[in-house]
């Protein structure tokens, strides 16, 4: 039974979203994800084949919106939320203590004020792994100057909630803004700048009042858009093209699969990217695709019908990804890859023009 585990970033806000699964029962949760990165996450999920069973915050985000809306609309997700934190909206308001099951993992809640009053960081049920929000980042913490902030209140949450874990008990940061990944228990204890060490109370209360952060610059959107678990203000222009059932995936790039490129062939442009060689090679091409080599597609974008949207189709589908990313940053918006190239088209026995068998 492994867990699967990525640490995902929005570079945006430096935020770090986690994605946890269970191996076995393919049953996933996020802890704080990024509205703008709900596509990117959304297909991270579809491609390792796992459902997305809650999202989780570790507080009310200050810098960022909440992608927990947004998954819930798309997949069915559950919102889970600190029951201190204030928001409304959630289907599962966590309390300290509280255990959140996917498959045969399970999470920890710990309370954890001083950042806010809702602080949560997650626990993992071995002890290996903990995912502390900001409450206490790597060699920093969380600011405690708005929200409901207290130093006080930080410093002995951190002391006796996080330090108090297994000594190699890994941390996983809610931002970095220096790109570090994670740390451990014993490394802040002994290391942490604001409250590791001998560092005390006051020692701490007099760094924090002297921090003096500019507020997030997204703050006055973020704070009451994740009261309300990221329910968007007003109806959301997702830029989802509507021309084909496309499929986005993690690699960034939009698809289309062959079945539906088949029986919409007279409404799109099919630009084939490989070799002349390979274009009237034995894998054959598929009818009306017009050859424009992917070396040479830079010179040769006048040739292409604006009017269409564009597939672009290769060997295997790597090439002609490539060639979408070009053609996108050319001001062409209605552009797709083929799946899987024309491998996958023969397997799927569409047809094919000229090639062999
Ligand atoms: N410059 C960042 C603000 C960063 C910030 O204030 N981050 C909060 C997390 S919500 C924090 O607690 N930072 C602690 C620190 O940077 O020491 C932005 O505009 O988003
Ligand atoms: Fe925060």
């Known amino acids: 039974m492994t867990l699967i585990f990525r640490q995902l970033f929005d570079l945006q806000s430096s935020t770090y979203t986690y994605l946890l699964a269970c191996s076995e029962r393919r049953e996933g949760i996020l802890i704080d994800s990024v509205f703008e990165q709900v596509r990117r996450d959304a297909a991270l999920m579809r491609e390792l084949d796992l459902h997305l069973l809650y999202t989780m915050e570790t507080h009310v985000h200050a810098d960022h919106v909440t992608g927990a809306t947004m998954h819930k609309r798309g997949c069915g ?4 939320v600190p029951a201190l ?16 099951t996917f498959g045969r993992h399970r999470l920890e809640a710990r309370c954890t004020p001083g950042h806010t009053n809702g602080c949560m960081p997650y626990v ?10 900001d409450c206490l980042l790597i060699r920093g913490t969380g600011r ?17 909630r996080i330090f108090s874990l297994p000594d190699e008990c890994l941390l ?3 931002h970095d803004y220096r790109g570090l990944t994670a740390t451990s228990v014993t490394e802040e204890e002994r290391f942490n700048p604001r409250l590791g060490g001998a560092l005390s109370e006051d020692d701490f209360v007099g760094y924090m009042q002297n921090l003096k952060l500019a507020h997030p610059k997204q703050m006055a959107v973020a704070v009451p858009a994740n009261l309300k678990c990221g329910v968007p203000e007003a109806p959301v222009q997702t830029g989802e093209p509507d021309w084909a059932p496309l499929n986005y995936t993690f690699a960034g790039v939009w698809e289309v699969q062959p079945a539906w490129l088949e029986e919409h062939l007279g409404n799109v442009q ?9 274009f009237s090679g034995p894998l054959g091409r598929i009818p009306g695709a017009m050859l424009i080599p992917l070396g040479q597609l830079s010179e040769h974008f006048r040739e292409l019908d604006k009017s269409k949207p564009i597939v672009a189709v290769c060997r295997a589908g790597g090439r002609s990804a490539q060639a979408t990313n070009i053609l996108r940053q050319a001001g062409f918006e209605r552009v797709a890859n083929l799946s899987g190239g024309m491998l996958r088209w023969r397997t799927e026995c569409c047809t094919v023009q000229g090639g062999q068998g």
């Not at 409304?88 to 308001?93: E, L, N, R, T, V």
């Not at 099919?270 to 390979?278: G, I, K, S, W």
Request: hydrophobic share 30%; glycine share 12%; no cysteine.
């Open 77 to 80: 997700s559950r919102i889970t």
């Open 85 to 100: 934190s204030g928001a409304s909206g959630a289907d599962i308001y966590v309390t300290d203590g509280q255990s959140i």
């Open 124 to 133: 993992l049920d071995d002890g290996t792994m903990a995912f502390t929000g």
């Open 144 to 160: 405690t100057d708005f929200q409901q902030g207290d130093a006080r209140a930080l410093y002995r949450s951190v002391h006796s």
């Open 172 to 174: 996983y940061p809610g």
């Open 270 to 278: 099919v630009l084939d990217v490989r070799e002349p060689e390979e």
